[in-house]
């Protein structure tokens, strides 16, 4: 009781650290905290992958319907996707030995909890002691609903090739330059979701052909989804329509964004319900169809269905039959794109079936759990792979069934975890993994993985250093430190071989990375850090003149140093600067700088986000990302190469309770070319445009 005292007494007097910050509506743009958490998780090219509209949705349900601090379950702790396996753990331990919380500021008492990792939370939980769940009831839930309607225009200002006509030709691209994108959603708190989204991309027809085979003109993307999370004591979610599943550590199935190696050193360990709805716009990460988890205290059982159109690279392969017009189809790949603008796109459009099911049965107990999963593919037409020698392991037919088993033990301050998997061919993979807290300022991680070359799968997603989850073994081992006084330390290793060859790798390779990172962060008000990346692969010389490739060491180093400094409740400035060095057969460098200047109005609901940069790179290998701020639920993380300068300026206005306005535009100046890309996206000029209008409508 002592400490308890001692430590609610020093809870108050640094209370003002923090300041005091009223979230209860603010926008999630507006979290500074969450943002630096995005781009950490989301860092250089992984970005593509990252399911923004999704955890945007995710964070901003828990902002207006917190987190009992004191009740929430691991499960609704690990939802949130702000907090490492090891915070998660720590603060159960706190609150099995201590019990109630009393102050938020408390949680600075936590092991593993610092300043940044409150300060992400705190728009997201509460000390409000949350009734007992009611069963589920469509009248409660329509009664108290929320909707929101969300329609947005984006369009290149500069014409491209593909728009223009060629040698009396008509365009390539079949549509306009007009991006266009609506979205309605309604929500009940966390416990239902109903939603329907609409996209056309540059370059696509809003209404084209379903396939080659169903010339019914639909909107080019359109997804639909229907959730319901804890009907009853027994039935924990439901989805129909469009969903991700979430099995184990992602060997078998893993339909969204998986952690990848970033900035969020411990951020390895997958966690993340079984099935979510799916509400965004990428054409290729979901499931379409129905699934439902149900269970008690101590088991949970999921189950899932699916049948979906996918686009694929189709050829019409003669057959020996005396008849020589038969033909069949065959699949040489799957399109992930999600373009249909020219004819050979919409050729490949909903082109081949894929049926997908599996089911997940887990048993839990206090500081263990277990799983099973099982997941079967099989696609209309036979895939068969342009036969090159990198591609012999890897999948080819029309039906796989993976199978696997996963585990979490937690033991103190330790957490043990991992999946074993079969796919049907004997392939092997597996992933186990480690996660303490060595002290209540120094925690680490360790995971390694071993996936055969043999080891086949279409919807896995698991840890790695390539995106396929096989051919690949690694051991990852990561550290952060609370170094006292705002000052912290993180950093990671990475040593990996690929037994195998891959594209463009002509051998088995292998290769290391490491990553540091320092932190200073005295006050809530601005923060401080460096950080340094290196990592060094085996790859084919590029200017290779021999009859056979052979491996070189490829080297490949990025600096930055980042400032960010709140100057008052309406001004933020940030300042980056950061260098890049890549060496092969030559050695290349490159540079980038930006300053970003944020102004929240005190006399109007106005914000305005701006950023102008300047970047030289000797060539492509150099290039930079930086994640820059946008509409809501819409993300830019250019690639920053060659020479010039780039700005933007992203505004947001809010009328009354109910609309909000956004207006962004955003311009790269190359000074060392007269042209940009090439092929049909080829632009004759040094620049590039683009114009973003959103609106969203709630009532």
């Given at each position: 009781m002592l400490r308890r005292s001692l430590l609610g007494l020093f809870m108050g007097l640094t209370a003002s650290l923090f300041g005091q910050v009223d979230t209860t509506d603010a926008p999630l743009d507006d979290n500074s905290a969450t943002q630096i958490q995005i781009e950490n998780l989301v860092d250089d090219a992984d970005a593509q992958e990252f399911d923004f509209d999704t955890e945007f949705e995710n964070l901003e349900i828990y902002q207006r319907n917190p987190l009992d601090i004191n009740k929430a379950s691991r499960e609704e702790l690990q939802a949130l996707n702000l907090l490492s396996a090891i915070q998660i753990q720590a603060l159960i331990n706190y609150r099995n030995r201590f019990g109630q919380i009393f102050s938020l500021y408390e949680l600075q008492g936590v092991p593993t909890f610092d300043q940044s990792s409150i300060a992400k939370i705190l728009p997201f939980v509460s000390l409000e002691a949350t009734k007992e769940m009611e069963a589920f009831s469509f009248k409660r839930a329509f009664k108290y609903k929320r909707q929101q309607v969300f329609m947005r225009y984006q369009r290149n200002i500069e014409d491209q090739a593909g728009f223009l006509p060629q040698d009396g030709e008509d365009p390539d691209f079949l549509g306009s330059p007009d991006k266009l994108y609506l979205r309605y959603r309604l929500t009940y708190k966390d416990r239902l979701s109903m939603g329907l989204t609409l996209e056309k991309d540059a370059?696509?027809?809003?209404?084209?052909?379903?396939?080659?085979?169903?010339?019914?003109?639909?909107p080019d993307y359109f997804s639909a989804h229907f959730f319901i999370k804890d009907y009853n004591k027994w039935v924990k979610a439901i989805a129909l329509g469009d969903y991700q599943v979430y099995f184990?550590?992602?060997?078998?199935?893993?339909?969204?964004?998986?952690?990848?190696?970033?900035?969020?050193?411990?951020?390895?360990?997958?966690?993340?319900?079984?099935?979510?709805?799916y509400s965004s716009v990428n054409e290729a990460l979901f499931m379409r169809g129905g699934a439902a988890t149900i269970g008690g205290s101590k088991w949970e059982a999921t189950v899932f269905g699916s049948h979906r159109f996918r686009d694929g690279n189709i050829s019409l392969v003669q057959t020996d039959s005396l008849d020589d017009s038969f033909e069949v189809l065959e699949v040489s790949s799957l399109q992930l794109s999600g373009l249909h603008r020219t004819e050979n796109e919409l050729e490949d459009k909903n082109s081949l079936q894929q049926i997908t099911t599996g089911a997940n049965m887990t048993y839990k107990a206090n500081t263990w759990r277990i799983g099973a999963n099982v997941v079967y593919n099989r696609l209309s037409d036979s895939l068969v792979r342009t036969p090159r020698l990198y591609q012999k392991y890897a999948f080819n037919g029309q039906s796989l069934l993976n199978a696997s088993l996963d585990y979490n033990l937690a033991y103190k301050n330790l957490q043990f975890?991992?999946?074993?998997?079969?796919?049907?061919?004997?392939?092997?993979?597996?992933?186990?993994?480690?996660?303490?807290?060595?002290?209540?300022?120094?925690?680490?991680?360790?995971?390694?993985?071993?996936?055969?070359?043999?080891?086949?799968?279409?919807?896995?997603?698991?840890?790695?250093?390539?995106?396929?989850?096989?051919?690949?073994?690694?051991?990852?081992?990561?550290?952060?430190?609370?170094?006292?006084?705002?000052?912290?330390?993180?950093?990671?290793?990475?040593?990996?071989?690929?037994?195998?060859?891959?594209?463009?790798?002509?051998?088995?390779?292998?290769?290391?990375?490491?990553?540091?990172?320092?932190?200073?962060?005295?006050?809530?008000?601005?923060?401080?850090?460096?950080?340094?990346?290196?990592?060094?692969?085996?790859?084919?010389?590029?200017?290779?003149?021999?009859?056979?490739?052979?491996?070189?060491?490829?080297?490949?180093?990025?600096?930055?140093?980042?400032?960010?400094?709140?100057?008052s409740r309406e001004w933020e400035i940030r300042s980056r600067a950061e260098l890049s060095f890549y060496e092969d057969h030559e050695f290349s460098k490159g540079f980038m700088m930006y300053q970003d200047l944020v102004w929240s109005a005190r006399f109007a609901p106005l914000k305005v986000q701006t950023r102008f940069a300047i970047f030289a790179t000797e060539d492509y290998d150099t290039r930079i990302y930086a994640y820059e701020n946008d509409v809501l639920y819409a993300f830019?993380?250019?690639?920053?190469?060659?020479?010039g300068s780039r700005f933007y300026i992203n505004t947001s206005y809010k009328f009354n309770r109910k609309l909000t306005l956004w207006v962004r535009y955003a311009q790269?100046?190359?000074?060392?070319r007269e042209e940009i890309s090439s092929g049909q996206n080829l632009i004759l000029g040094n620049t590039r445009s683009e114009l973003k209008v959103q609106l969203r409508l709630k009532f």
């Open positions: 370059g696509e027809e809003w209404l084209t052909p379903f396939s080659q085979k169903n010339q019914t003109k639909l184990g550590q992602g060997l078998t199935t893993w339909s969204g964004f998986g952690t990848r190696k970033g900035a969020a050193v411990l951020n390895i360990k997958r966690l993340s319900n079984k099935i979510r709805p975890f991992g999946e074993t998997a079969l796919s049907d061919n004997g392939g092997l993979a597996t992933i186990n993994g480690l996660t303490a807290a060595l002290d209540e300022k120094v925690s680490m991680a360790l995971i390694y993985r071993n996936y055969a070359k043999e080891y086949q799968t279409l919807t896995g997603n698991a840890f790695g250093e390539s995106s396929g989850t096989n051919n690949e073994k690694g051991l990852y081992m990561g550290l952060n430190a609370n170094l006292g006084r705002g000052l912290s330390f993180s950093g990671y290793f990475d040593l990996f071989v690929f037994p195998w060859l891959r594209s463009n790798i002509d051998a088995p390779s292998k290769g290391h990375e490491y990553f540091v990172r320092l932190d200073y962060q005295p006050a809530y008000r601005w923060n401080l850090y460096f950080q340094y990346r290196f990592e060094q692969k085996e790859g084919n010389r590029s200017d290779n003149a021999t009859p056979y490739d052979y491996l070189i060491d490829k080297k490949r180093q990025n600096a930055r140093i980042h400032f960010r400094y709140r100057l830019s993380v250019p690639a920053y190469y060659g020479r790269t100046y190359w000074a060392d």
